[in-house]
Each structure stands twice: as structure tokens, then as C-alpha cells.
């Protein structure tokens, strides 16, 4: 069913055209005379730590998020942020432990630093893996999620809204990291402010339909009514406690996965590798505040 109005529509159109064509005009404004490989993935020194902090949450933040997570919320409650704010703590680790290394050796892509600590193979089958993850996890959850949820707001064709977002990526990706730095900082003000946007509608339509004295009652209402979901760790015998076991969670394989999303994951830490330490570690802190 179509929710949206025709203003909506025009919303939509000038966003993509304005963030699509601010990103083609860095790329053409911004080509350096050595396009080679580094240039491409680092940006080196063209990226301030603001602007790093905002790119690595740009990149993280989805419709994984906005819809996957939400929903997870939505049925099991706080519980679930702890990837959020687990992510926050790694991000600092990241900061302090690995992003030394990976400048000191002159690292600009995760492949290159396994090559250097254990040899060609171990970086061959890496890639070869990571590869095979980004187009069939990431990039296929992403454009499904993304297209879903257009389609369930405008009626647009589920493979139209596919295609649509692939364009969009094109053009928001031209050129490297020097060009997806600048057009991430846009994104990320979208991201944090619609955020905060939803909140406020959300505490607004209890607010309405429940009739509370004013905005600010509308939390303490929600917490009385569902308390159970701003437990942020599950006890055993909780419905979802073998989704989220407790304790384990924050002691146990959740910092694997974590260390080695914000550490390890080359479209994430790209984007400090091509700064100076105190700028690139000023960024990961940065996107760990934003993360909380």
C-alpha cells in the first residue's frame, strides 16, 4: 500500500539527486593525478577526524538496522543494543591497539597486512572469503532490506528498488574513499537526525493515544508497561536468553565478531588507515560517541 504523499515523493527525488550529484562533483573535483590503488582505498590526509567518525558509522549503519535490528527491538527490547555499545568499546580498542600497527607498517587494505604477518595464501583464502561474504551477506541483505522497505512505502517495483539503489551506490562511491568520505558526512547527519526524528514521533503517537499529561510522561508510561524491554541482559529461563545468553554475550564470542568487524573489516578501518595516528584514532573515538 502507498503511504506517501506527493511532497514525500519530492523529498526523496531532491535527496538522491543532491547526494548523487554532490558525489559525482567531489569526483570530478577531486581526482588526484596518481589514481593508483592507495589513492583509490585511503584518501591519504584528505579526511578529517569528524569526517572519519561519520564514514565508518555511514557504512556501518543499513537497512540491517533500520529494519533488521529495529524489529529485533521491537520483540526483544534493549537487550539488543549491546552490539551497539559493545561496538562503541572495540571501536576504542581498535583505536589504541591495531590502528598503530596497521600505519606503522603502512597498511592500506586487510588482504596487504596478511600477506606481511603470515604469508600470500593465508591472504589469498582471506580475500577470496571476504569476497564471497560481501556479495552474498552484505550487499545481498542491504539491497533486499533496502529495496522492502521501499517498495512497502511507495508500491515501486521490489526490482526496480534494487536497481535504484545500485545506481545510487555508483554514484556515492565514484572515485574512492576521498569521495565517499565527503558524501558520508552528509549521510550520517541523515541517519542520526531521522533517528531522532522517529524517536520523537514515536514517544509523540503515545503521548496521543494514551493521553498522557505531556511528551515527557510518555517514556516513564512506556517503561511501566513494558519493563521487560529495557532489560539489557537476559536471565536464564527469559524467552530470548538463548538468542542473547546473558553475561556470555559481553564476556564471550560477541568480542570475536566484534574485533574483527571494527579491526579487521576493510570497508570499515579503511577509513582511518590513510591519516595520521592522532587523526585517525580522534576519528574511532569519535564514531564509537556516535555509536552510543
Known sequence: MNHLSLFDYIVFIIYFILVSGYGYWVYKHKKEKSNDTKAYFLAEGSLTWWAIGASIIASNISAEHFIGMSGSGFAMGLAISSYEWMAAATLIIVAIFFLPIYLKNHIYTMPQFLSHRYNDTVSTLMTVFWLLVYVFVNLTSIFFLGALAIETITGVPFYMCVIGLAVFSVFITLGGMKVIGYTDVVQVFILVMGGLVTC???????????????????LPLLRREAGDHFHMIFNKGDKFYNVLPGVAVLFGGLWINNLNYWGCNQYIIQRALGADLKTGRNGLIFAAFLKL
Open 200 to 218: 520523537y514521533m514515536a514517544l509523540h503517537l503515545i503521548h496521543e493515544k494514551l493521553n498522557t499529561k505531556d511528551l515527557a510522561d510518555a
